[in-house]
Every structure is written in C-alpha cells, then in structure tokens.
T-cell receptor
Framework: DAGITQSPRHKVTETGTPVTLRCHQT?????MYWYRQDPGHGLRLIHY???????DKGEVSDGYSVSRSKTEDFLLTLESATSSQTSVYFC?????????????FGPGTRLTVT | AQSVTQLDSQVPVFEEAPVELRCNYS??????LFWYVQYPNQGLQLLLK??????LVESINGFEAEFNKSQTSFHLRKPSVHISDTAEYFC??????????????FGQGTILTVHP
C-alpha cells in the first residue's frame, strides 16, 4: 500500500449541503491530486496540490474547492452538493523528486447526493 | 492539451486466450504513458509505464505494452489471460519532462472480463 487513506469511504448527503472529503498520506510526498471517476469518463482531475498551501484547478473544478494546510492532508470540499457530483472520488499522491512520474491512488470515496 | 482514447469499452475473452486493449493518445508535446488496473471496489494500481528507452515495457504479471510514436498508440497485451485479470484497465498520459506537475489525463477505461 502507498500509505494513503480516504475518509469517509462512503457518504450519502442531500442536495445543497456542504461536504468535505479527506485524503491523508504517510509518505511525505509533495504532490497530491483529487480525481472523480464516472462511467464512460475514466478519471478526471478536479484539483491538485504541489506543496503546502499550493493548489490549482484541474479539468473539472467547478463546484469544488481544496485546502492543504499540511503535507499529509488534502481536503476536497463541495460547498453545496448537487446530484451531478454523485461520483467516486480518488485521491492520489506523487513523489516530488525529479524523474518520478507515477501516481499512487487511495481506496476511493463513494459519494451519493440525493 | 492531451487526450486519450481507449477504443474498446468492454472486452470479453475466454481464459488462456490472448488479449489486446487498445489505447491511442493525442498530444502536441512528448508524453509519458501509463496503464493502471482497477479491481472491483478498489483504487487504481500502476500496471506499467513508458518513460523512455525500449518501446516495449512489461509488468510482473505478464502484461506488456508497446509505445508506437508514429501511430500515437500504447496498446496493452497479454498472451494468455487468467480469471484473476478481470478488472477495468485505464490508459493515462502526462507531459514528459515534469512541466505539468505530474497531472494525468486518463482514457475512458476498458472493462476486461475473462470467462472460464
């Protein structure tokens, strides 16, 4: 295992409520990523971080925000959940050293917005 | 921007048969390529990668992929599949040289189902 945990693993919430998903790593890796997985779309990047307090948007960032106040934690927040955000969310990490390109993924969080 | 197309959404095969999962990419710059595998209700695991050097790369469980720059392809093959290979497979690319913060662009996924 790459030392990545995600919490919660499953969540059901109502439309309009805020939701925060947590990714925690024990590897001290510099880069962290949030993806969503939807049938027929593969995985799409939501936001990523390249250091503490350094974050940027990915391909599908609308309706999501992130924070990284310490190396080991990367939080994804849905400010006001919508049914279109029902998905499986994966966190990934990557070393910061030169020549390292592979990402390692967490177990995922299944989010249902009713 | 990069894009990845996996040409088959589902591939059913019988045990011990050969299989090929097709992946084509589009990019205006050099890329590195990856295949990830996802078993049911699990996260993604790296299967193999191409960064440079030999265009044929192999995994520890018998899969191989060949980088073909002229055809912009990175097809995944296995000469004889097992029931345990049943999973979803994803092809992904990132910009070579570390200028993209390692962001991956994924294909849509191919579900490989191995029948006894």
């Amino acid at each position: 295992d790459a030392g990545i945990t995600q919490s919660p693993r499953h969540k059901v919430t109502e439309t309009g409520t805020p939701v925060t998903l947590r990714c925690h790593q024990t590897e001290n890796h510099r880069y962290m990523y949030w993806y969503r997985q939807d049938p027929g779309h593969g995985l799409r990047l939501i936001h990523y971080s390249y250091g503490v307090k350094d974050t940027d948007k990915g391909e599908v960032s609308d309706g999501y925000s992130v924070s990284r106040s310490k190396t080991e934690d990367f939080l994804l927040t849905l400010e006001s959940a919508t049914s279109s955000q029902t998905s499986v969310y994966f966190c990934a990490i990557k070393e910061g050293s030169s020549g390292t390109y592979e990402q390692y993924f967490g177990p995922g969080t299944r989010l249902t917005v009713t | 921007a990069q894009s990845v197309t996996q040409l088959d959404s589902q591939v059913p095969v019988f045990e011990e048969a050969p299989v090929e999962l097709r992946c084509n990419y589009s990019s205006s710059v050099s890329v590195y390529l990856f295949w990830y595998v996802q078993y049911p209700n699990q996260g993604l695991q790296l299967l193999l990668k191409y960064l440079s050097g030999s265009t044929l790369v192999e995994s520890i469980n018998g899969f191989e992929a060949e980088f073909n720059k002229s055809q912009t392809s990175f097809h995944l093959r296995k000469p004889s599949v097992h029931i345990s290979d049943t999973a979803e497979y994803f092809c992904a690319v990132t910009i070579a040289g570390g200028t993209s913060y390692g962001k991956l662009t994924f294909g849509q996924g191919t579900i490989l189902t191995v029948h006894p």
